[in-house]
T-cell receptor, first 115, second 115 residues
Framework: EPEVTQTPSHQVTQMGQEVILRCVPI?????FYWYRQILGQKVEFLVS????????KSEIFDDQFSVERPDGSNFTLKIRSTKLEDSAMYFC?????????????FGSGTRLTVV | KQEVTQIPAALSVPEGENLVLNCSFT??????LQWFRQDPGKGLTSLLL?????REQTSGRLNASLDKSSGRSTLYIAASQPGDSATYLC??????????????FGKGITLSVRP
């Protein structure tokens, strides 16, 4: 069964450093998303991406965050200057079409720890 | 603003028991509802997706029902096994299913099935 692949599975970074989280969505999917889950809290939406541009972003997704689909297969989330409160599990997801008959497929996540 | 609630937060049952996990949402104008399983420190595995026009979906020992008008969904697990131990999350998608329609998650129910 097709999968959404995320790398790395775990990243530790110093406060103030830039991190790039990588995702390879399912190949025929057109809609891409980033969600995050702070330990013990709900999974929350960050950003959606379609047709090479951001469709919607949450209030969490401030100027420190950016997304990119650099080469037609990878989908990346960049955090420019990490803060302690950015420590969370970050999930990439993709969906096939706007009809959403098949729902989302999520990756296994990247656990980001900011020290 | 859509709110999704899952109560209780945790549940412990003996092996073999049939059980029901509840999910409620405040805005009944949803496009679909998706149940996910999350193992500790891992990603989100989609279990069942119910479109707003459907009343239930079944997969193996799992059955999910949807009562959109009352803002409720239940996930029924038959003959529970220790391997079912995980956190179960429900998530709803708003009624306007455009590219930028995002999932709103509940906090999840952590299920422990005792041998």
């Amino acid at each position: 069964e097709p999968e959404v692949t995320q790398t790395p599975s775990h990243q530790v970074t110093q406060m103030g450093q830039e991190v790039i989280l990588r995702c390879v969505p399912i190949s025929n999917h057109l809609y891409f998303y980033w969600y995050r889950q702070i330990l013990g809290q709900k999974v929350e939406f960050l950003v959606s991406f379609y047709n090479n541009e951001i469709s919607e972003k949450s209030e969490i997704f401030d100027d420190q965050f950016s997304v990119e689909r650099p080469d037609g297969s990878n989908f990346t989330l960049k955090i420019r200057s990490t803060k302690l409160e950015d420590s969370a599990m970050y999930f990439c997801a993709s969906s096939e079409s706007v009809s959403l008959i098949y729902g989302y497929t999520f990756g296994s996540g990247t656990r980001l720890t900011v020290v | 603003k859509q709110e999704v609630t899952q109560i209780p937060a945790a549940l412990s049952v003996p092996e073999g028991e049939n059980l029901v996990l509840n999910c409620s949402f405040t805005d009944s104008a949803i496009y679909n509802l998706q149940w996910f399983r999350q193992d500790p420190g891992k990603g989100l595995t989609s279990l069942l997706l119910i479109q707003s026009s459907q009343r239930e979906q079944t997969s193996g020992r799992l059955n999910a029902s949807l009562d959109k008008s009352s803002g409720r969904s239940t996930l029924y697990i038959a003959a529970s096994q220790p391997g079912d131990s995980a956190t179960y999350l429900c998530a709803v998608r708003p009624g306007w299913a455009g590219a930028n329609s995002k999932l709103t998650f509940g906090k999840g129910i952590t299920l422990s099935v005792r041998p």
